[in-house]
């Protein structure tokens, strides 16, 4: 069957769903320090669970699938958008994290404290803990949500997979 041809304007409305999609993420390595096997275990479960379901739509873009590389310069977390297996950069977009600063601290705490008590803590409060480090991760979702809102749409979930890698990204500051 036929498809017509999009414009590079062409709103996310009017693309099907599978071509709003990121099919390959890069970290860059100079932004990533390796860290503990937990949190090594959570990039690469968040990078295989967003590559395999995601709704991602670049505003003004033509539709994907795209390849995303993140990285941290100079306290900017940057969206480096490129269309699958093209070199040309489609788009840029580059957020402070300024405002992500005591998302992800919160986050680190409690992750620390979940870490700690798996351990040896009864599963009660093991759960207690888990509870509150997802409503964290709720909650810095919802504000990297808000900050790409206008630049690229994110469902919910997408959001929660991206606001992990910027956990991760983190790590080197």
Same mark, same amino acid.
């Given at each position: 069957?036929?498809?017509?041809?999009?414009?590079?304007?062409?709103?996310?409305?009017?693309?099907?769903?599978?071509?709003?999609?990121?099919?390959?993420?890069?970290?860059?390595?100079?932004?990533?320090? $390796?860290?503990? @096997? /937990?949190?090594?275990?959570?990039?690469?479960?968040?990078?295989?669970?967003? #590559?395999? =379901? &995601? $709704?991602?739509? @670049? /505003?003004?873009?033509?539709?994907?699938?795209?390849?995303?590389?993140?990285? #941290?310069? =100079? &306290? $900017?977390?940057?969206?480096?958008?490129?269309?699958?297996?093209?070199?040309?950069?489609?788009?840029? #977009?580059?957020?402070?994290?300024?405002?992500?600063?005591?998302?992800?601290?919160?986050?680190?705490?409690?992750?620390?404290?979940?870490?700690?008590?798996?351990?040896?803590?009864?599963?009660?409060?093991?759960?207690?803990?888990?509870?509150?480090?997802?409503?964290?991760?709720?909650?810095?979702?919802?504000?990297?949500?808000?900050?790409?809102?206008?630049?690229?749409?994110?469902?919910?979930?997408?959001?929660?997979?991206?606001?992990?890698?910027?956990?991760?990204?983190?790590?080197?500051?």
């Amino acid at each position: 069957m036929h498809t017509p041809a999009r414009s590079p304007s062409a709103s996310a409305a009017e693309a099907p769903v599978a071509a709003h999609r990121i099919v390959k993420v890069t970290l860059d390595e100079r932004s990533v320090v $390796r860290r503990s @096997p /937990e949190v090594e275990q959570e990039r690469n479960i968040a990078i295989f669970d967003l #590559v395999n =379901e &995601n $709704r991602f739509a @670049p /505003e003004g873009c033509r539709p994907g699938p795209y390849s995303l590389h993140l990285s #941290v310069v =100079e &306290n $900017r977390l940057v969206f480096d958008i490129h269309l699958d297996g093209d070199s040309e950069r489609l788009k840029q #977009v580059a957020l402070s994290l300024s405002p992500f600063r005591t998302v992800v601290k919160e986050y680190f705490q409690i992750c620390e404290s979940y870490y700690q008590a798996i351990k040896s803590a009864p599963p009660s409060r093991i759960e207690t803990i888990d509870m509150a480090r997802r409503g964290i991760h709720d909650e810095g979702s919802e504000l990297l949500r808000q900050r790409l809102q206008g630049k690229i749409e994110v469902d919910f979930a997408t959001a929660r997979r991206l606001f992990t890698l910027v956990c991760v990204l983190h790590l080197k500051g």
